[in-house]
T-cell receptor, first 114, second 114 residues
Framework: AQTVTQSQPEMSVQEAETVTLSCTYD???????LFWYKQPPSRQMILVIR??????QNATENRFSVNFQKAAKSFSLKISDSQLGDTAMYFCAFRNDQGGKLIFGQGTELSVKP | SAVISQKPSRDICQRGTSLTIQCQVD?????MFWYRQQPGQSLTLIATANQGSEATYESGFVIDKFPISRPNLTFSTLTVSNMSPEDSSIYLCSVDRDRNTEAFFGQGTRLTVV
């Protein structure tokens, strides 16, 4: 069975600084998808970034980028130029390439301080 | 993307009663999912709602407690039956457009059982 682990329950960063959130996963599959979702206090789950396992290039979305290390089964999220609106719970998630359910990590609560 | 309307957004219910949560999608989707997020916790899949057949439940969740309907490709309901305070959680509806895209989420239903 697949598992996703986020070892940082809480993190904080100063506005405009850079922060990296860690995620590791375990799977025996070779093709799959990885995601980072953001959940602000509004409860809405918002996709931050996605990575296809068969792509070696790390995904980027504006200030958000990932460091995907397939052999190490690591998928960290880097947030550059942190903004107050980035304050939220961040979840790492795994899905196999057949679609279907997401398996979530425990979450990391990020606070961006002015 | 997909626009998902989930109702109610929140409710406070008496123990022993049942609550039905609705999830409406703006277009047809094959797979719909129901997740539970207990206070301060991550998301856990309850079941996959299949159109025209019974839902597929994850380990630890049973149909008698969480009956699900999926009458068509744009709508599903989750009922939380015979509620106890331990059922106090956020319940989220999610859909996939296809296996190559991310999952989209409704706004969630915050349930408090007293």
């Amino acid at each position: 069975a697949q598992t996703v682990t986020q070892s940082q329950p809480e993190m904080s960063v100063q506005e405009a600084e850079t922060v990296t959130l860690s995620c590791t996963y375990d799977t025996s599959e070779s093709n799959y998808y990885l995601f980072w979702y953001k959940q602000p206090p509004s409860r809405q789950m918002i996709l931050v970034i996605r990575q296809e396992a068969y792509k070696q290039q790390n995904a980027t979305e504006n200030r958000f980028s990932v460091n995907f290390q397939k052999a190490a089964k690591s998928f960290s999220l880097k947030i550059s130029d942190s903004q107050l609106g980035d304050t939220a719970m961040y979840f790492c998630a795994f899905r196999n390439d057949q679609g279907g359910k997401l398996i979530f990590g425990q979450g990391t609560e990020l606070s961006v301080k002015p | 993307s997909a626009v998902i309307s989930q109702k109610p957004s929140r409710d406070i219910c008496q123990r022993g009663t049942s609550l039905t949560i609705q999830c409406q999608v703006d277009s047809q989707v094959t797979m719909m999912f129901w997740y539970r997020q207990q206070p301060g916790q991550s998301l856990t899949l309850i079941a996959t709602a299949n159109q025209g057949s019974e839902a597929t439940y994850e380990s630890g969740f049973v149909i008698d407690k969480f009956p699900i309907s999926r009458p068509n490709l744009t709508f599903s309901t989750l009922t939380v039956s015979n509620m106890s305070p331990e059922d106090s959680s956020i319940y989220l509806c999610s859909v996939d457009r296809d296996r190559n895209t991310e999952a989209f989420f409704g706004q969630g239903t915050r349930l408090t059982v007293v």
